[in-house]
């Protein structure tokens, strides 16, 4: 079975420091693996993807997250933190085999950023 | 923003009434899904539609029933509402031709009471 871990659920970061969001998933396939993103009071944004092409993968806002297979993870990171950074953000990872498109989530991160 | 619209966006009922939630997509994709979110679960998925009138149950599916008449519409009712149905309800379409790029509605806020 497929799941997907996100090892903190809180992280807070100073604006202007790095942000490392992680992430370990379970999978039995060759896996995609996404990061999405939630303001308050939102619905979830797409911030960037894995889809078994290069395995550091850009995303929007000048995230960004590297696929290591042998470790099992997809951490999420960004330079520089800004206080629009603030949100809850949820690791996924999608089946591939058969034709369900099911997502799996984890239990979110908020991210909290500090002046 | 994928055209995808949910209604109602609010709704506040009393246990034991019925309950349909409606979602609404303009890309004329062909698989829908309706996921709940709570604290501490991240989203979890409660039924999928991969074309009209062809419809499956995801994890959390008991209490629910699902419908799709049109491409465009996908309905979820709460035959008779729990207080363990109250949630955030989102609507979901699979961009086609992605592995398994999926694009969120609004969503919408349910409370039983």
């Known amino acids: 079975a497929q799941s997907v871990t996100q090892l903190d659920s809180h992280v807070s970061v100073s604006e202007g420091t790095p942000v490392l969001l992680r992430c370990n998933y379970s999978?039995?396939?060759?896996?995609?693996l996404f990061w999405y993103v939630q303001h308050p009071n939102k619905g979830l944004q797409l911030l960037l993807k894995?889809?078994?092409?290069?395995?550091l993968v850009k995303g929007i806002n000048g995230f960004e997250a590297e696929f290591k297979k042998s470790e099992t993870s997809f951490h999420l990171t960004k330079p520089s933190a800004h206080m629009s950074d603030a949100a809850e953000y949820f690791c996924?990872?999608?089946?591939?085999?058969?034709?369900?498109?099911?997502?799996?989530f984890g239990q979110g991160t908020t991210l909290q950023v500090k002046p | 923003d994928a055209g995808i619209t949910q209604s109602p966006r609010h709704k506040v009922t009393e246990t034991g009434t019925p309950v349909t939630l409606r979602c609404h997509q303009t890309?004329?994709?062909?698989?829908m899904y309706w996921y709940r979110q709570d604290p501490g679960h991240g989203l979890r998925l409660i039924h999928y539609?991969?074309?009209?009138?062809?419809?499956d149950k995801g994890e959390v599916s008991d209490g629910y029933s699902v419908s799709r008449s049109k491409t465009e519409d996908f309905l979820l009712t709460l035959e008779s509402a729990t207080s363990s149905q109250t949630s955030v309800y989102f609507c979901?379409?699979?961009?086609?031709?992605?592995?398994?790029?999926?694009?969120f509605g609004p969503g919408t806020r349910l409370t039983v009471l």
């Open positions: 979901a379409i699979r961009a086609p031709g992605t592995r398994n790029e999926q694009f």
């Open positions: 999978s039995s396939y060759s896996p995609s």
């Open positions: 894995y889809t078994s092409a290069a395995t």
């Open positions: 996924v990872v999608s089946e591939v085999s058969g034709n369900t498109g099911k997502l799996i």
């Open positions: 890309e004329n994709h062909r698989y």
């Open positions: 539609s991969y074309g009209v009138k062809d419809t």
